[in-house]
């Protein structure tokens, strides 16, 4: 689910002030390949949701489903001037695994008639039926109103979900947060329903990968983005890759433009 965009919810008194200007310094991503990893990101989720009321306080700290161990999950680290700052999950919908459920997205547990519905009606049309979901995003509250991790998540995420080589992308989505997605091309699917192991709903929504327009003037359509990015090269190869250049407000902030138009910027490796 969206995580309430990043813990938004009621925010706790501790939260730390961010500096207003470069908030893009040293912002950087890295894939989840360890259990280090692992970690990272589901420390990030319970502090998030714990934030936003959606989980009560527990003596073990970290939030943690069965997708993530599967190969048809990728996470990624977003990185705040080298600590743990927000967290994102993209999964497959795996046709190919022979245990029914270990195919299944995360919103399947509550949408999984919808999904395949809409996903049949494509078949019928013909289109493609790659289905990705986006899921478990979360940011820290102490980086409560640090708006270019918010853009750099979405953003690297696309990677993600092209690295799957998606047609469609789902996300179960709070029902307040739908218009930020419409922005970016989601159409809604499916009406609130409750959210395993979480106090919260989410609507269902969708977004075909020729109708994505990212965070319009912030981000880039997934149309805009390759598999031949130095971003997503880096991503792959372990690296902890940039993700702004300067203030973050713009598209062209976004490193992996830089290194298409200035060569001299491209990643040292």
Known sequence: MDGSIFGLGRQSEAAVPVKNTKVSDGITARLVVNENGYHEVQ???????????????????????????????????????????????????????????????????????????????????????????????????????????????????????????????????????????????????APPKDYPGLDVQTVLMGCLLEEHRGIPGRTLALKEMSLSDDTYLGLIAGERVPVFGGEATSAPDLVVNRARTEPSHHRNG
């Open 43 to 189: 420390r990030l989720r319970y502090d998030a949701y714990l934030a936003a009321g959606y989980l009560q306080p527990r003596e073990i700290t970290l939030f943690a489903d069965s997708h993530d161990a599967r190969s048809s999950s990728q996470s990624l680290v977003m990185y705040l001037d080298g600590l743990p700052a927000a967290s994102v999950r993209v999964c497959l919908l795996d046709n190919s695994n022979s245990d029914a459920e270990g195919g299944q997205l995360p919103a399947s547990a509550m949408f999984k008639t919808e999904i395949e519905t809409f996903l049949k009606q494509r078949a019928d049309q013909g289109c493609g039926t790659t289905a990705v979901e986006i899921t478990r995003l979360a940011r820290s509250p102490v980086h409560a109103k640090n708006l270019a991790l918010v853009l750099g998540l979405y953003h690297v995420a696309g990677y993600l979900i092209l690295h799957f080589h998606a047609d469609v992308i789902f996300a179960a989505v709070t029902k307040n947060h739908t218009s930020f997605y419409r922005r970016m091309g989601f159409r809604e699917i």
